[in-house]
């Protein structure tokens, strides 16, 4: 059986958290671009991932160079 819960940050869904099985944390599985740093990483609880996903909004993504 697994848990899963979806995780909303400033009116946008940031992404899901799932549980599968016997396993004791949560793994964020990022919705939008801004969440990418935390997909793939363990949380305690689905509080938890939504506290990181809050902490996400105004921090600078990652640039990728353009071509003049």
Known sequence: MSDAFVIEVADETAG????????????FHASLPRYFP?????FATPR???RAALAQIG??????????
Not at 20 to 26: D, Y
Not at 38 to 42: N, R, S
Request: net charge positive; aromatic share 4%.
């Open 16 to 27: 899901i958290v799932v549980r599968l099985g016997n396993e004791k944390s949560f793994r």
């Open 38 to 42: 935390l997909d793939g990483k363990a």
């Open 48 to 50: 938890d991932a939504e």
């Open 59 to 68: 921090r600078p993504g990652r640039q990728k160079a353009r071509a003049a």
